[in-house]
């Protein structure tokens, strides 16, 4: 019988620096009799050398060399192609729902007779994700759309392409000591929706650890649902940030139309950053931005000028904290999926979700064989 492999891929995406699986998670699988084989990299947050200490397999080949039995395991989406893709591979595809661009990859994945397992998507019996970055995405995000603020309260005239690249920060704290040195004594007033969520909280955990002077608007869905739409109240602040998960059609909350009645909002921190969805409730841009381009303007903004962040891969910038978490509440699915003889509950889920986005596009996939490693 072939021992189970699992293969992480070096990511494909400019400034992604986290790991789906850290070196401490990677010893625990190979002490459970999992092979595991890292492809090297300069761009993790982990050194190649961890990994190897942990008693994983370096190698220099790209995952497309990989046996077929592998597993690949990453986050970002794989670069751009048309070959088939004939692995089962684990990792935020951004192709279930609806995401421009998501019939052509699901389409590679057919044809070459492997699947997607979709992070986004793992989810326990009562629906919930049993990994997420959302915390960290809206902490970070609150942190962007801040660093925005400052800039562009100071020349508010500036084209957005002269904000600076971003960087990842070292630490929490590094992040946090660089905007309380940044803030001073400035005032500011933000409004964060969907407050409660897990991607709210860190938003909120960041504003409130900097105590500094900043007066918080804390939205989630009762005052959203009793809101007239688009939402009024949000040309009030300074910095708007958007932490609402889009599962459905919602109500717009910001549109052309209200920027043009705006005289305060200068930044709108898009975490959720749907743009491609045809229910996207920010409809005042169609593209997400950068690391090496975080804002652009937004529609309908000409006479206060109104600038838009929406990476979509924020928790990048605090990647260690950020890996360490989702890494630790992935780590026991990721062992009970290798080492179980049938594919676990959590993970048939999330195959079915991958067969009915292909559905959606009527793309035919057979089911996909769960090998049990050479059986």
Known sequence: MTKSLLWLRKEDKAGEHRVPMTPAGARALVDAGVHVVVENSDNRIFADAQYVEAGAELTALHWTQAPAHAVIIGLKELEDGTTPIAHRHIYFSHTFKGQSGAADVLARFAAGGGSILDLEFLADEQGR????FGYWAGYAGAAVGLLGLLHYRSSPLQNPGDFPALRAFGSRKALLDALRNSIGKQAFKVMVMGALGRCGRGAMDLLTELDVGIEITAWDKPEFDAASKPIADIIAHDLFVNCVYLREKIAPMITPELLRANTRLSIISDVSCDPNNSNNPIAVYDAITSLQSPFRSAWGSEVHPVYLQAIDHLPTLIPQEASEEFAAALLP?????????????????????YHNACSSYDITTGLHARDTYGA
């Open 333 to 353: 699915h990721l062992r009970e999926y290798l080492l179980a003889g049938a594919l676990p509950p959590v993970w048939q889920r999330a195959e079915e979700h």
């Open 129 to 132: 994700r049993i990994a997420a």
